[in-house]
């Protein structure tokens, strides 16, 4: 498997999750507190303001990659099974 194939394989991925997450926040089933997490993991994303710096090596990326999918599953917890079936969540 080449780099290329690995990179679109990754890119496909995020956005069918990305088009999950999108129709779960959409789905008017779903608890404001899943939807205030889940805005606050895409506001903290895109902000330029982080708990560690990203000019300190490795760890300033660290919190990114922890609080964001944090923030996430998060959201998903408070998400009923219904609507996230409904929403062709994947269990796997």
Do not use: Q
Not at 4 to 33: E, F, G, I, M, N
Not at 40 to 52: G, K, N
């Amino acid at each position: 498997m080449s780099l290329k194939s690995s990179l679109k394989d990754v890119a496909s991925t995020l956005k069918a999750r990305l088009d999950v997450y999108r129709a779960v926040y959409r789905h008017p089933k779903t608890p404001r507190t899943a939807k205030v997490l889940l805005w606050l993991a895409l506001a903290y994303l895109m902000s330029p303001i982080d708990l560690i710096p990203d000019f300190i090596p490795i760890i300033g990326h660290l919190d990114d990659l922890v609080i964001v999918p944090g923030l996430i599953l998060l959201a998903l917890w408070h998400i009923p099974e219904n609507v996230l079936s409904e929403c062709g969540y994947n269990y796997t």
